[in-house]
């Protein structure tokens, strides 16, 4: 009987790619060098050419009349092609850092330019000191901003790996539309004249808004700190105290200002002096005490995930110098754990920041109240006015506290 002779797998499936030419990946997959720049490239063509740049009215409660960024691209305006066609161009170009400087420098411009050219079109078309026209940032201005700035965010992270140096260069990328902001290029526009009419209610906006931060913070740091200790220390009782928590997390915001509501007007009306101080059913207290509560499962868990970190090697270290557990907690577990505790209490900063913004329904003040103002009147001007500084702040301290995690994560090297 003939022997039947077997061919591996291997070389069976070897001889079918010899038949079978494989695809050519070389052609169109290589060309795109930053396919993320090549992609948010394309993206502010298509916002610039269909979403109206700006919008123009005769007065503030008339809808305005869109203004395309193409039909400005005449004069001066028509700079803000070169930028926009080297971005285009230096996707087509491998990363290297020249490129990447050249990537974000093009950006900044374009993100200077964008903003030049809102603030002198409403000039422009402003009909004096007197004139009740309103020229206001359209959808295509903001999806031109928030691409530049996704494309210079993407140039410095692939730039350098350290916090520091990322939260600089961002600053710096801004910096140009601050200059144009205070020296008085963008005062035309309408966002700009709600703020000079409401110029005090903003200021006082701002320092209720700083209040509730501050006043959450404080509390919440007190509580969460000794919680997430001793959770860490009793692991039997961890699970109940995180579903107790997890059970206030989620709970909407309203509610829980109406759950407040009643047990603080009745504890005001019996106890006058709470009263007399500000605590009552509406206002600022029922506020940082939800706050607070939302604040506290974060916080607690950053405590636990925090001290978990520090290896146990270092600890039997520590004891075996002859430290004392005090001595052991204050410093080798405080100070191997504090960045981890630290970004907790970022998350519930800027978590706090945001939420601040819904405590303006039950008097708490603060940008929401101008904001919730600004829908109540159907003026969209007003609801930014609102918005931006609260977006604002919350950048401000996500990054100061990614600064500060950055400078103790070096110094510990």
């Known amino acids: 009987m003939d022997e039947v002779k077997t061919v591996p797998v291997s070389a069976r499936a070897a001889a079918r790619n010899r038949r079978l030419p494989l695809p050519d990946r070389s052609v169109g997959s290589d060309i795109i060098k930053n396919r993320v720049l090549f992609a948010l ?14 919008s123009h009215a005769p007065n503030r409660l008339i809808s305005g009349k869109g203004i395309a960024l193409y039909t400005l691209l005449n004069g001066l305006g028509a700079l803000l092609l070169i930028p926009a066609l080297l971005l285009l161009v230096l996707s087509f170009l491998q990363p290297n850092r020249r490129n990447l400087l050249m990537t974000l420098l093009m950006a900044e411009l374009l993100l200077l330019g964008v903003t030049a050219l809102a603030g002198q079109t409403a000039v422009a078309l ?6 009740l026209t309103r020229t206001s940032l359209g959808g295509g201005f903001w999806a031109c901003v928030a691409l530049s700035q996704l494309i210079a965010a993407d140039a410095i992270s692939r730039l350098t790996q350290n916090h520091s140096w990322r939260l600089l260069l961002n600053v710096q990328v801004c910096l140009p539309v601050v200059l144009l ?5 963008l005062n035309e526009l309408s966002l700009m004249k709600e703020y000079y009419n409401r110029e005090d209610v903003f200021n006082n906006a701002l320092w209720q808004h700083l209040g509730i931060l501050f006043g ?12 997430g200790l001793f959770c860490y220390r009793s692991p039997r009782l961890q699970t109940s105290i995180f579903s107790t928590l997890n059970i206030i997390q989620t709970i909407p915001s309203i509610a829980m200002f109406g759950l407040l509501l009643a047990p603080l007007a009745g504890l005001a009306s019996a106890v006058p002096w709470l009263a007399d101080h500000g605590i009552s059913g509406i206002g600022v207290a029922p506020a940082i005490i939800a706050l607070v509560l939302y604040s506290l499962l974060p916080l607690v868990r950053s405590v636990v995930a925090g001290m978990q970190s ?22 080798v577990q405080i100070p191997i754990a504090l960045p981890v505790i630290l970004s907790g209490i970022r998350i519930i900063s800027v978590q706090t920041v945001g939420m601040a ?34 977006v604002v702040m919350a950048v401000v301290v996500d990054g100061l506290f990614k600064f500060i995690v950055s400078l103790m994560e070096v110094s510990r090297r």
């Not at 402003?126 to 004139?131: H, I």
């Not at 959450?216 to 919680?227: D, F, K, M, R």
């Open 41 to 54: 490239v394309i993206l502010l063509f298509l916002a610039a050419g269909g979403l109206a740049f700006l």
């Open 357 to 390: 913004v819904v405590a303006a329904l039950i008097g708490a003040g603060g940008f929401g109240a101008i904001m919730f103002q600004g829908l109540l009147s159907s003026a969209l001007d007003l609801v930014l006015l609102g918005v931006i500084p609260v």
């Open 310 to 331: 520090v290896p146990e090697n270092v600890l039997e270290s520590a004891r075996g110098m002859g430290m004392t557990k005090v001595q052991v907690f204050a410093r």
């Open 216 to 227: 959450t913070l404080i509390p919440a740091i007190l509580i969460g700190l000794p919680i």
């Open 126 to 131: 402003s009909g004096g000191e007197d004139s």
């Open 181 to 185: 902001l205070v020296t008085g290029q």
